[in-house]
């Protein structure tokens, strides 16, 4: 069995209500003991010790430790710990706290469901997944990545269920998250609206310049527009079925080469119309209907159904590198799960 004797240096990230302890934070891992049983200790050190870090390593695991234990296997003589680890474990809060600073709930739309859906605010946090979809599948995912938070886009509860039972197989995915004490996040429209959420992403995706919200009262993010050099439509769709990794891609013609696009991750057909009357010749979107795309057709407008799960999925990529750097003592996983549409 192999066993390690090393302490690593890392800068701390963990929120805390004295931002001076964040700025000088450092934590000790003591890595002491057998490979499954990883313990690692938080310890402040003196500002002066700021360059002292001695390695960058990701924190694997954590469990209760002895901070006089690290105090001894330190080569620093002036650390003080100046709190108990417990003091500095993750909740559920925590990452809900920066989510916010992300996609702020100001953002979201008035018939959303967005925020912390199941779950305790204080529940400790070692691990989150992130994936498009709260389902059965994410649920096991999370157990067996020992992740107890897991944050989606689409809302886990959002038809207003009056019952959480296994009566229904829909709300029998609840009680999965509930009895695996799995919290969940959701981030929906105040991340698609949110500057550098799900549209500005499928704006940059997608190579758009001069990107800009399309205006429309309550909606305004929904839909973000902007500019390629002149492309046939044909080889933009296949650009964009290449880019967002789509397994299949509907599109017509407008009959107009592709200048001014308009983009809306998720289903966002019905902003057809608006998006006409903005000057934009191309529309990528998606779960657009038969006769919605005959419409577009007849008017004019160049209609690409790029998929739902492809027009929001990267923004799941992105929550995750954010989280990531915001918290690298957390660990972070991206869902392996993908739509569940399935193509031949
Ligand atoms: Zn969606």
């Given at each position: 069995?192999?066993?390690?004797?090393?302490?690593?240096?890392?800068?701390?990230?963990?929120?805390?209500?004295?931002?001076?302890?964040?700025?000088?934070?450092?934590?000790?891992?003591?890595?002491?003991?057998?490979?499954?049983?990883?313990?690692?200790?938080?310890?402040?050190?003196?500002?002066?010790?700021?360059?002292?870090?001695?390695?960058?390593?990701?924190?694997?695991?954590?469990?209760?430790?002895?901070?006089?234990?690290?105090?001894?296997?330190?080569?620093?003589?002036?650390?003080?710990?100046?709190?108990?680890?417990?003091?500095?474990?993750?909740?559920?809060?925590?990452?809900?706290?920066?989510?916010?600073?992300?996609?702020?709930?100001?953002?979201?739309?008035?018939?959303?469901?967005?925020?912390?859906?199941?779950?305790?605010?204080?529940?400790?946090?070692?691990?989150?997944l992130?994936a498009l979809d709260a389902t059965a599948a994410v649920a096991e995912e999370a157990e067996r990545?020992?992740?107890?938070?897991v944050?989606?886009?689409?809302?886990?509860?959002?038809?207003?269920?009056?019952?959480?039972?296994?009566?229904?197989?829909?709300?029998?995915v609840?009680?999965r998250?509930?009895?695996?004490?799995?919290?969940?996040?959701?981030?929906?429209?105040?991340?698609?609206?949110?500057?550098?959420?799900?549209?500005?992403?499928?704006?940059?995706?997608?190579?758009?310049?001069?990107?800009?919200?399309?205006?429309?009262?309550?909606?305004?993010?929904?839909?973000?527009?902007?500019?390629?050099?002149?492309?046939?439509?044909?080889?933009?769709?296949?650009?964009?079925?290449?880019?967002?990794?789509?397994?299949?891609?509907?599109?017509?013609?407008?009959?107009?080469?592709?200048?001014?696009?308009?983009?809306?991750?998720?289903?966002?057909?019905?902003?057809?119309?608006?998006?006409?009357?903005?000057?934009?010749?191309?529309?990528?979107?998606?779960?657009?209907?038969?006769?919605?795309?005959?419409?577009?057709?007849?008017?004019?407008?160049?209609?690409?159904?790029?998929?739902?799960?492809?027009?929001?999925?990267?923004?799941?990529?992105?929550?995750?590198?954010?989280?990531?750097?915001?918290?690298?003592?957390?660990?972070?996983?991206?869902s392996a799960h993908k739509?569940c549409?399935?193509?031949?």
């Amino acid at each position: 069995m192999v066993r390690y004797e090393v302490c690593f240096a890392y800068e701390v990230c963990f929120a805390h209500e004295d931002a001076s302890l964040m700025k000088y934070g450092f934590a000790i891992f003591d890595t002491t003991g057998e490979s499954s049983q990883l313990n690692f200790f938080f310890i402040f050190l003196f500002a002066e010790y700021k360059d002292t870090a001695i390695c960058v390593k990701r924190i694997l695991h954590i469990s209760n430790g002895d901070t006089s234990y690290a105090a001894r296997h330190t080569s620093c003589p002036q650390m003080r710990i100046l709190h108990p680890r417990k003091e500095y474990l993750m909740t559920v809060k925590t990452v809900l706290d920066y989510l916010w600073t992300l996609a702020p709930e100001a953002c979201r739309m008035s018939w959303d469901n967005v925020g912390l859906l199941l779950g305790r605010k204080n529940a400790p946090v070692r691990g989150v997944l992130v994936a498009l979809d709260a389902t059965a599948a994410v649920a096991e995912e999370a157990e067996r990545l020992d992740c107890q938070l897991v944050v989606t886009h689409h809302p886990v509860i959002f038809h207003g269920d009056k019952h959480i039972t296994d009566a229904d197989p829909l709300t029998e995915v609840h009680l999965r998250y509930l009895e695996k004490g799995i919290a969940v996040i959701s981030m929906h429209t105040n991340l698609d609206c949110a500057p550098g959420g799900v549209n500005d992403l499928l704006a940059e995706q997608l190579g758009l310049h001069n990107i800009s919200v399309l205006e429309d009262g309550e909606t305004a993010g929904l839909i973000r527009m902007g500019e390629l050099s002149e492309t046939e439509l044909p080889a933009f769709a296949g650009f964009v079925k290449q880019r967002l990794r789509c397994p299949g891609l509907r599109w017509v013609d407008g009959g107009r080469p592709v200048r001014r696009v308009a983009v809306g991750g998720g289903a966002c057909g019905e902003f057809m119309p608006k998006v006409l009357a903005a000057g934009c010749d191309t529309f990528v979107t998606a779960d657009i209907k038969y006769h919605e795309f005959c419409d577009a057709a007849t008017l004019g407008l160049n209609l690409i159904d790029a998929g739902h799960f492809e027009t929001e999925d990267p923004a799941c990529d992105m929550l995750a590198a954010k989280l990531r750097e915001r918290f690298p003592a957390l660990r972070v996983c991206r869902s392996a799960h993908k739509g569940c549409i399935r193509f031949l």
